[in-house]
């Protein structure tokens, strides 16, 4: 056997899908071959790191969201920090990793086992209450944790391009709990994170191009959401607060937003 059958015939060698004669001529190949050896290791690697990492989400949208984070950062990283060459290789292989990744995730097979029977097409806002109760699982709520909006806004500089407005609002009883990117309707979006006292609210924004649109507050499993559209940039807000409250809160953040900390479109 050659070099280039072997290769072909080593991802099916490794998912024990060749039958038994073909197997035996690349295990042949493989003793001898240094090369393909290694080759085959090398997927081996992928296979089993793609898999670690996949039974640690619970959904392809937020592996997403999580992969595009991490590639988001590296380009956000400045340029000093590649002068060397060991940070250089460091940096590669997550790269790697994450392009193993996003093949798995977008496979229709995978799509279905983590999506469930079912399939339909969701609505934004059914879209925006999951992503809500996802944030809700541990070590999911934030990516830059702060309760300084002079940490939290710069933070998604370079990771989108919209700024989202993270106005203080803890003399108003909501203290800032971070920020995070998710993913929501095809597309990357900042979330801001508020509490009040057990509460939390996420406050999710993304560019969109359209007429305003008034407040709409909606309710379901428990949960109020409101949502609006100004200034080309679609808004939600989401929390299991009481509606009263959440209606205060989102009419301070509108105030703020307008007045100072204005999500601004990035170029
Ligand atoms: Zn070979």
């Known amino acids: 056997m050659q070099c280039a059958e072997c290769r072909a015939l080593v991802d099916a060698y490794l998912d024990a899908a060749l039958p038994e004669g073909e197997r035996a001529a690349v295990r042949e190949h493989l003793a001898g071959c240094a090369e393909c050896a290694r080759e085959l290791a090398a997927l081996g690697r992928a296979s089993s790191l793609a898999q670690e990492h996949l039974v640690h989400y619970r959904a392809p949208d937020v592996l997403k969201a999580r992969i595009a984070s991490a590639i988001a950062g590296e380009r956000a990283e400045p340029a000093a920090g590649l002068s060397s060459p060991t940070a250089r290789s460091r940096r590669w292989w997550p790269l790697v990793a994450a392009g193993v990744l996003i093949a798995l995730a977008s496979s229709g097979l995978t799509y279905a086992v ?130 009263g409250e959440l209606a205060k809160f989102v009419a301070l953040y509108r105030q703020a937003d307008k007045a100072g900390g204005r999500t601004e479109r990035r170029p």
């Open 114 to 243: 983590l999506r469930g029977a079912g399939g339909t097409a969701q609505t934004v806002a059914d879209e925006v209450l999951a992503s809500h109760i996802r944030s809700l699982m541990p070590g999911h709520l934030t990516d830059v944790q702060s309760t300084n909006e002079h940490n939290v806004k710069p933070w998604f500089n370079g990771r989108l391009d919209l700024s989202p407005a993270v106005p203080a609002l803890d003399s108003a009883g909501f203290p800032l709990v971070g920020g995070r990117l998710d993913y929501v309707d095809g597309r990357v979006v900042a979330v801001v994170v508020y509490g009040r006292r057990q509460h939390l609210i996420n406050v999710y924004s993304w560019p969109e191009q359209g007429s305003n649109e008034d407040e709409a507050t909606t309710s379901a499993r428990g949960y109020h959401m409101v949502h609006w559209r100004s200034g080309n940039v679609e808004y939600w807000v989401v929390s299991d607060l009481e509606s």
